[in-house]
């Protein structure tokens, strides 16, 4: 069964950072495409950024310049670190993972607030 646990997540003021860690358990990691999603309250869940098998990455708009996604195969781990962090970045950030076969996992998710 695929599991992915996310950790990471906390309280951070406007301008700092934070590393968000997702471990991938139960399928073949490094023919998957992973990604990082985020859901502010009262909105649709929305692309951060992906990363596919071959490490080619996309992210959404609002974050480019300041959030690299990165993966490690040999430990099933996917990345998002997370600089200049803004209010509006404030959200539930989840990993997700598109397993060779074509079907969607999801961790549970981690809480960032960025506050001051």
């Known amino acids: 069964q695929v599991q992915l646990v996310e950790s990471g997540g906390g309280l951070v003021q406007p301008g700092g950072s934070l590393s968000l860690s997702c471990i991938v358990s139960?399928?073949?990691?490094?023919?998957?495409?992973t990604g990082w999603y985020r859901q502010a309250p009262g909105k649709e869940r929305e692309l951060v950024a992906a990363?596919?098998?071959?490490?080619?990455?996309n992210y959404a708009d609002s974050v480019k310049g300041r959030f690299t996604i990165s993966r490690d195969n040999a430990k099933n781990t996917l990345y998002l670190q997370m600089n200049s962090l803004k209010p509006e970045d404030t959200a539930v950030y989840y990993c997700n993972y598109l397993s060779f076969t074509g079907i969607n996992y999801w961790g549970k998710g981690t809480l960032v607030t960025v506050s001051s």
């Open positions: 990363i596919t098998s071959s490490l080619s990455t």
């Open positions: 139960g399928s073949i990691f490094s023919i998957g495409t």
